[in-house]
């Protein structure tokens, strides 16, 4: 019912920044009325939580892996979630995906939330 799709990955040097974007469409209200998170997943590794950001953008957290560096916002009006990326590393290079909370609040666990992204590629070179 809900599609998210994501953009503005690709190759960066380390130090670099990139804005991913995610945007829904279909029916529903996901990005009015839910959480949204980011999680970002490498080659053999787990998929790893990132940050998220609650219903209206009151509050966020993060990884303590970018906090700091990342920032999540979103904005409904657009239906789009945010993620900047500053000053990146190697180890941040994966496969990053949106995902779309069942409620109002956004959890750091992948299994929480209903909705998810096709991922987009981000690789930070050293």
């Known amino acids: 019912q809900v599609q998210l799709v994501e953009s503005g990955g690709g190759l960066v040097q380390a130090g670099g920044s990139l804005r991913l974007a995610c945007v829904a469409s279909?029916?529903?209200?996901?990005?009015?009325?839910?959480?949204m998170g980011w999680f970002r997943q490498a080659p053999g590794k787990e998929r790893e939580f990132v940050g998220g950001i609650n219903w209206n953008g009151s509050s966020d957290h993060y990884a303590d892996s970018v906090k700091g560096r990342f920032t999540i916002s979103r904005d409904n009006a657009k239906n789009t979630v945010y993620l900047q990326m500053n000053s990146l590393k190697p180890e941040d290079t994966a496969v990053y995906y949106c995902?779309?909370?069942?409620?109002?609040?956004?959890?750091?666990?992948?299994?929480?939330?209903?909705?998810w992204g096709q991922g987009t590629q981000v690789t930070v070179s050293s």
């Open positions: 995902a779309g909370g069942r409620g109002a609040y956004a959890s750091g666990v992948a299994k929480d939330y209903n909705y």
């Open positions: 279909g029916r529903g209200r996901i990005l009015s009325n839910n959480g």
